[in-house]
């Protein structure tokens, strides 16, 4: 077809001249003129290798992150030393993805012995057939858990079976498949006493961000260790939450105790560190007037709270000094002998970094996906300008006035069309993340609308219906704008010889029991936003793997997986949930439930 254009896009990795290794992502289109021969490219190289790098120290700082947060949970809930332990390596495996990962302690018999105290995942009798020692010994002595013991800090074998040290160890690992390893120092008074073992089935490449939070895990698990082993009995459920908060006042988190008028009873070192203020201030005062907590949903969550006994969610709070923070908080209520409601323990991890992570990481996924609109664009673009180019050569010659006119008109309506497609563009590319407002989706929906006829292949029909009186909803419209294009986008690769791409929008409000069949809704009123296509569908078998990130099942170089990853983190943000599934035939149904 004259004017058709072929494309592909790939990843690819280059040297650059400094010696730098740098990813791209390469885009290459042909256009063909009227006979139908090959008349040019059009290439677009987009470097990629900060957005590479973002997303593995995001992914891996995110996940030392849940392991701290989960960790300061069971640190709480534990009763005995023993069980704390078994929960740590239990929460390294289930929650890090460690092959194995266990806790050792230094003993002071002659040789200097590391005496395995709990272990979780596949360990396959592997401490039965070596003897680890924190001695100078060259055998027993010189791999990272002694060296861990010994020096007091962190130790990174990136490849077991590549360190000469570990001579009696090696191929015992290499049978269970072991390969990296991270040992972190146990510390009580500037003493290092034990550690935390954690094996990987794949070499390890941890950075900065991922190491400070295992050790902040092996820091609070220290502390637990201490308080657990001091701890005789405690006379009140009060007593107990005090007690064991006051030994975690080396955690960067910040537990506060508040009465049921929110009233601060406890205030620890952690949360002067994110807050600011001290405990002698904050002591007495009202967590909400002091922190001035931006959240509309409090009474909200105290009702889920006294029904369910624990609520979490994200909070921007200000500090002292005026900073507006984001915390993880979780609420726990603790109730007196008679079941009445005394006091909440709150429990904020700050992740304002890990949010601006997230921003940035969201900004670089919609650029990924204005890439995949660039072949539709020049093709579009290309169409624009042909007619100008008509236009302008005729003017040049002796032609009637009523042509001329003629001509400007087409010049004019050219250049206009041109100007949108360029300004879709550009709102999309610019959007700024975090701005909330009130959003009619039909207005939304209309400019995506605008997008898809302008870029996608015209095989593929758009059709938009909207119910009456579409009620309105809070949220980011540049988020909301990401989220609909990734699904069309998705919905246009399904399609290769073309189809239907249908958005439905529509009111609907769920009762306690529709809720409870919807994951992650509550009772309430919603807006459902329905996308479905006509192509070639969703496996069932894959159906629940989809929106993990880096899934995809298109080809290498067309698809990173993160599309519907980045879609399900925008849609929890504002309160909602997502649903999946096959309609007649072989098409795909997603349905986004907005409140």
Known sequence: VAGEISTYQIEKRYVHKSGKLVTVLLNVSLVRNAENQPAYFISQIQDITQRKLAEQELSHTNRALRMSSEGNERLIRAKSEQELLDQICQVAVDIGGYRM????????????????????????????????????????????????????????????????????????????????????????????????????????????????????????????????????????????????????????????????????????????????????????????????????????AIRILQQKNHWQGEIKKTTKDGRVVTVETRWTLMRDAAGQPKSVLDINTDITER?????????????????????????????????????IQLLQEDIPETDRRSLLATLLSSSQRGAELVKQVLTFARGVEGQRTTINLAHLIQEIQKIVRETFPPDIIFRFNSGRNIWMVTGDPTQLHQVLINLCVNARDAMPRGGKLTI??????????????????????????????????????????????????????????????????IIKSHGGSIQVHRGPGQRSVFKIYLP
């Not at 230094?106 to 395995?116: E, L, Y």
């Not at 670089?364 to 180019?389: F, K, W, Y």
Request: hydrophobic content about 35%.
């Open 504 to 569: 439905d929008l529509a009111n609907h409000t769920l009762d306690e029991v529709a809720a409870g069949q919807n994951p992650g809704s509550k009772p309430g009123p919603y807006v459902i936003i329905q996308v479905a296509d006509t192509g070639t569908g969703i496996p069932a078998e894959i159906q629940e793997k989809i929106f993990e990130p880096f899934f995809t099942t298109k080809d290498v170089g067309k698809g990173t997986g993160l599309g519907l990853s980045t879609t399900l983190t």
């Open 101 to 300: 990962a266990w806790v050792g302690y230094a003993q002071d018999d002659d040789f200097r012995s590391i005496q395995p105290m709990a272990h979780a995942g596949e360990e396959n009798g592997y401490f039965s057939e070596i003897q680890l020692s924190w001695s100078e010994h060259p055998v027993n002595g010189r791999g990272p858990a002694g060296c861990t013991i010994r020096n007091g800090t962190a130790q990174i074998c990136e490849d077991m079976s590549q360190e000469a040290s570990l001579i009696q160890s090696r191929e015992q690992a290499r049978q269970r498949g072991y390969r990296g390893v991270i040992c972190l120092p146990l510390r009580e008074n500037n003493r290092t006493f034990g550690l935390l073992g954690l094996y990987s089935a794949d070499v390890i490449k941890a950075d900065a961000g991922e190491m400070k939070q295992l050790q902040k895990l092996a820091d609070n698990l220290a502390f637990g260790i201490g308080h657990l082993r001091a701890e005789s009995r405690r006379q009140t459920a009060d007593t107990k939450v005090r007690e064991q908060a006051a030994l975690l006042n080396a955690t960067t988190d910040a537990i506060v105790l508040k009465d049921m008028d929110d009233q601060i009873l406890f205030w620890n070192r952690g949360a002067e560190q994110i807050y600011g203020w001290t405990e002698a201030e904050a002591i007495g005062k009202k967590s909400r007037e002091l922190l001035s907590s931006q959240f509309e949903a409090h009474e909200d």
């Open 355 to 391: 949010k601006k992570l997230e921003a940035q990481f969201l900004r670089m996924q919609r650029m990924e996906s204005i890439g995949t609109l660039a072949a539709g664009v020049a093709h579009d673009l290309n169409n624009i300008l042909a007619p100008i180019t008509m236009s």
